[in-house]
Structure formats: structure tokens, C-alpha cells
T-cell receptor
């Protein structure tokens, strides 16, 4: 399978805990994006990498959120001190031209 | 800023009926336009796209035409099947060489009954 993969697929955590998600993009794609999708809504852009450089961050990305793409390949998204409002599907996409999406990580904060 | 507006769902149709899902957009310049589909329990899949005015994107019997004069990109299919039941998202990228992040509409759920 050469698509975008995300791990874990589901995460349940207690409020105040830290969580980290991983995204492995399609190997030849230099652009990588994170989006957040809440129930019944369209995805919203969070952040964007070109190779290892983080070039754009949405104002949705509070200081509790941090993303990295250390070698220009896989990326991680960390949420510190999770809140119930962070419960959502976190989607990763990669592109050379058109964005291709992974299956997402569903986060539930209790 | 950029925005995408879709008709609200759910849209419920009988098999073999004609489908239209309306999508209008607001953007500066000449965005690229996309339709993505999300089947139950799965991620977003690119369905079709158009990159300039009057282009028609098509795939799996679905089509949409980029209408700059009406800022629209309506999705159509002549005869829907039960397997088309999913959520459909209209989206745009600004084509400004600044990363081309997608702006999505709210999604339209399609339910096709046998």
C-alpha cells in the first residue's frame, strides 16, 4: 500500500494528558498537511510542511499543538494538556500536485 | 478570505435518480476546485477536480464544471447507485504557490435507497 498512513487510528485519552499522532506520507510527496475535522463539518486546515520546513500554521493551532517533520518524511502532531474540545478526527494529507488524504486519527478526550 | 458553501444535506434519492449537489465559492484569483468523497468509516478520497474556468472534471460517472461567472462547481451524476451513499465535500485551493491548502465546504451527505 503506497497511500498516506496514520497511526493510531483511534485514541481515547483523559483531559489534561498529552497525545502524539504520526503521519507517513506518500514517499515522493514533498508537501504534508494536517487538518482537523469535527463531526458533521468539513476539514479545517491546521498546518503545512514543505519538506522539513513548517511554512504555514492556522490560528486554530493553539500553543498546545506542535507539529514536526524532522527529516522531511513522516510527521508528528502533538497535543499537550488535551481538552474535550480537541475531540475530532485529525487528518493528514500529502501532495506533489493534488492532496491525498490518510484515514485519519480519531481522538476522543474524556 | 476563501470560502466554500455547499447545499445542506442529507440528500435522499432512489437508485437511478439524477443527482445535483450545489457548491459555490468565494476566492481571489483563479482557484482550483475539487470534489472529495468520504465513505462511512473511511478517509477522504479525491473524486474529481478542475483547474481553470469551463473545465469539466469527471470520474466514476460524476462530473462538475468550473463556472467562473457564477463561482460554482456543482456535482452531478445521471444515475446514482446505493454504493454512492457517502458524504461529499467541495473544496478549493488558491493556486498562489503558497502551499495550496484546501478550504472545504461543510459537506453534503447523500443517501441512496434501493
Amino acid at each position: 500500500d503506497t497511500g498516506v498512513s496514520q497511526d493510531p487510528r483511534h485514541k481515547i485519552t483523559k483531559r489534561g494528558q498529552n497525545v502524539t499522532f504520526r503521519c507517513d506520507p506518500i514517499s515522493e510527496h514533498n508537501r504534508l498537511y494536517w487538518y482537523r475535522q469535527t463531526l458533521g463539518q468539513g476539514p479545517e486546515f491546521l498546518t503545512y510542511f514543505q519538506n522539513e520546513a513548517q511554512l504555514e500554521k492556522s490560528r486554530l493551532l493553539s500553543d498546545r499543538f506542535s507539529a514536526e517533520r524532522p527529516k522531511g518524511s513522516f510527521s508528528t502532531l502533538e497535543i499537550q494538556r488535551t481538552e474535550q474540545g480537541d475531540s475530532a478526527m485529525y487528518l493528514c494529507a500529502s501532495s506533489h500536485l493534488d492532496p491525498f488524504f490518510g484515514p485519519g486519527t480519531r481522538l476522543t478526550v474524556l | 478570505g476563501n470560502s466554500v458553501t455547499q447545499m445542506e444535506g442529507p440528500v435522499t434519492l432512489s437508485e437511478e435518480a439524477f443527482l445535483t449537489i450545489n457548491c459555490t465559492y468565494t476566492a481571489t484569483g483563479y482557484p482550483s476546485l475539487f470534489w472529495y468523497v468520504q465513505y462511512p468509516g473511511e478517509g477522504l478520497q479525491l473524486l474529481l477536480k478542475a483547474t481553470k474556468a469551463d473545465d469539466k472534471g469527471s470520474n466514476k460517472g460524476f462530473e462538475a464544471t468550473y463556472r467562473k461567472e457564477t463561482t460554482s462547481f456543482h456535482l452531478e451524476k445521471g444515475s446514482v447507485q446505493v454504493s454512492d451513499s457517502a458524504v461529499y465535500f467541495c473544496a478549493l485551493t488558491p493556486n498562489n504557490n503558497a502551499g495550496n491548502m484546501l478550504t472545504f465546504g461543510g459537506g453534503t451527505r447523500l443517501m441512496v435507497k434501493p
